[in-house]
């Protein structure tokens, strides 16, 4: 157990639907982001928070959306949901960005039919 | 614009025998990260190299950092199964809010 929770681990949804993926930090780690894995894009930074605010954007479409919440998690918000969104979604977490490595959570496998 | 070149994209190679991933950056990375990662699962850190010429060990693992060629390296040393995975390297920089950014992956197979 890495620290950083993620739930749920699978998700299968139809095209058009939305879903919300969730993800607990490290205790004590105050930076959150969230990545997507596909086979065809590889590894994509998606979007970063610290302490509840927005940090950083990367390639994340604008059907997607996040937010972290007081209590520090965070959750990864997909509507309108294509075939090609079918993916490894992972959460990250570091003390405060830049720290000394993150920490992934096991991963969201969603897959859209 | 970074961009994170990894190669070799695959290796298979036999038990025993050394070999290096390369990880080539485009532009001053503050620091790079090395992570393994076994199918379908998580990504598990393995270094982060900080300064020009740092070196890590661990295990039969030895990360390598030359900021003036924007170059790392990920030695493996007498392989063994175990070490089967897939390798990324990715570089974090300040102005970016230390986002990552990631090679597409060295998938590595040791066979016995």
């Known amino acids: 157990d890495s620290g950083v929770t993620q739930t749920p681990k699978h998700l299968i949804t139809a095209t058009g639907q939305r879903v919300t993926l969730r993800c607990s930090p490290r205790?004590?780690?105050?930076?959150v982001y969230w990545y997507q894995q596909s086979l065809d894009q590889g590894l994509q930074f998606l979007i970063q928070?610290?302490?509840?605010?927005?940090?950083a954007k990367g390639n994340i479409l604008e059907r997607f959306s996040a937010q972290q919440f007081p209590d520090l998690h965070s959750e990864l918000n997909l509507s309108s949901l294509e075939l090609g969104d079918s993916a490894l979604y992972f959460c990250?977490?570091?003390?405060?960005?830049?720290?000394?490595?993150?920490?992934f959570g096991s991963g969201t496998r969603l897959t859209v039919v | 614009e970074l961009k994170v070149e990894q190669n070799p994209l695959f290796l298979s190679m036999q038990e025993g025998k050394n070999y290096t991933i390369y990880c080539n950056y485009s532009t001053t990375s503050d620091r790079l990260y090395w992570y393994r990662q076994d199918p379908g699962k998580s990504l598990e850190s393995l270094f982060v190299l900080l300064s020009n010429g740092a070196v890590k060990q661990e295990g039969r693992l030895m990360a390598s950092l030359d900021t003036k060629a924007r170059l790392s390296t990920l030695h493996i040393t007498a392989a063994v199964h175990d070490l089967s995975a897939t390798y990324f390297c990715?570089?974090?920089?300040?102005?970016?809010?230390?986002?990552?950014?990631w090679g597409a992956g060295t998938k590595l197979i040791i066979k016995p």
């Open positions: 205790s004590g780690d105050l930076s």
């Open positions: 990250a977490s570091s003390v405060y960005p830049g720290g000394y490595g993150y920490t």
């Open positions: 928070y610290y302490n509840g605010e927005e940090r």
């Open positions: 990715a570089g974090g920089f300040s102005d970016s809010n230390y986002q990552l950014i």
